[in-house]
């Protein structure tokens, strides 16, 4: 369970045709069960920006999603290289 917007939200992996799915009726963030590294922090974050910013186009959160994927990737991948 994780809060956006002060209303809680679950996240599932599933399997699926996309990477990920944000349910608003739900409250439902959906990633693909086989995703992982990168591509996962990506998705998370895509749908988590598409849960917060409902009226953003979608080349919006492409492109804010890759930008902080981006950045927790480096930081996580630097301290798993630094403690693994």
């Known amino acids: 369970m994780i809060v956006i917007k002060e209303r809680n939200w679950s996240v599932t992996r599933e399997r699926m045709a996309n990477f990920g799915e944000c349910d608003y009726d739900t409250k439902k ?14 998705t ?34 630097c301290r798993l290289t630094v403690t693994g």
Do not use: F, K
Not at 33 to 40: I, N, S
Not at 57 to 65: A, H, Q, S, T
Not at 68 to 76: F, G, Q
């Open 29 to 42: 963030i959906t990633v693909h069960e086989d995703l992982r590294g990168h591509a996962e922090i990506e």
């Open 44 to 77: 998370v974050v895509h749908e988590v920006l598409h849960a917060q910013h409902a009226d953003w186009p979608e080349e919006d959160v492409l492109i804010r999603g890759q930008e902080i994927a981006d950045a927790l990737w480096e930081v996580l991948e």
